[in-house]
């Protein structure tokens, strides 16, 4: 008998923790420019460029309308930086991230359709980048990731506004700020990532 009371808590326990869990999967656009500080102290200007991202997510119920969202995605990312100098005319870096957002969500009801606010932070890691430099001399090279060169790891606070169509489907525009300079060189430039994304949102259960 008491065999039969465990495996029922058991099955009751996992059935409860399957309904307050669900997967996703995620993708789409980014939006990136920065914040950028030269060397010589001048303040070049970093037009919006295009990329994208592809991931996955869990959604959990913490309590009442509160749920944990960590995602773990692959985001190509774009930064033309335009320093208008005698040498270089612009610097475009073309970067390849891991990135583990761990989101917070406000939302009154787990699968219904409705509005939402996600919040957190974010590392970001660097898998690879491509370096195309335009001006008097032209240039392609791929990024050096070193302590002296372009940094590998990266913080981030995200906070994303989106609508939930259903049972499956959402859809969310958010904003991510950069807390810190992709470049380690402390005698390099400071470029601080901005980056609007818009992406949709497919849940398997």
């Given at each position: 008998m008491k065999?039969?009371?465990?495996?029922?808590?058991?099955?009751?326990?996992?059935?409860?923790?399957?309904?307050?869990?669900?997967?996703?999967?995620?993708?789409?656009?980014?939006?990136t420019t920065a914040k950028v500080i030269a060397t010589?102290?001048?303040?070049?200007s970093v037009p919006y460029s295009g990329g994208y991202h592809v991931g996955a997510e869990l959604k959990v119920l913490l309590e009442g309308q509160l749920y944990f969202v960590?995602?773990?995605?692959?985001s190509h990312k774009v930064f033309a930086i335009e320093y208008n100098n005698v040498d270089t005319s612009v610097n475009t870096l073309k970067m390849n991230y891991l990135?583990?957002?761990?989101?917070?969500?406000w939302k009154k009801s787990f699968y219904k359709s409705g509005i939402f606010v996600q919040f957190g932070p974010s590392m970001s890691f660097v898998l690879s980048g491509k370096e195309e430099i335009t001006g008097k001399e032209e240039m392609n090279k791929p990024m050096k990731i070193a302590s002296t060169a372009y940094g590998r790891a990266e913080a981030n606070a995200v906070i994303n506004v989106g609508y939930q169509f259903?049972?499956?489907?959402?859809?969310?525009?958010?904003?991510?700020?950069?807390?810190?300079?992709?470049?380690?060189?402390?005698?390099?430039?400071?470029?601080?990532?901005?980056?609007?994304?818009?992406?949709?949102?497919y849940f398997l259960n």
């Open positions: 065999k039969y009371l465990l495996v029922l808590v058991l099955v009751t326990s996992v059935s409860a923790a399957s309904a307050q869990l669900r997967v996703g999967l995620k993708a789409g656009a980014n939006a010589d102290g001048s303040r070049p960590p995602q773990v995605q692959y990135e583990i957002p761990l989101l917070f969500e259903g049972r499956s489907f959402q859809f969310t525009i958010g904003y991510v700020y950069g807390m810190g300079t992709i470049v380690d060189n402390d005698n390099g430039p400071v470029i601080k990532p901005r980056m609007f994304t818009a992406s949709v949102h």
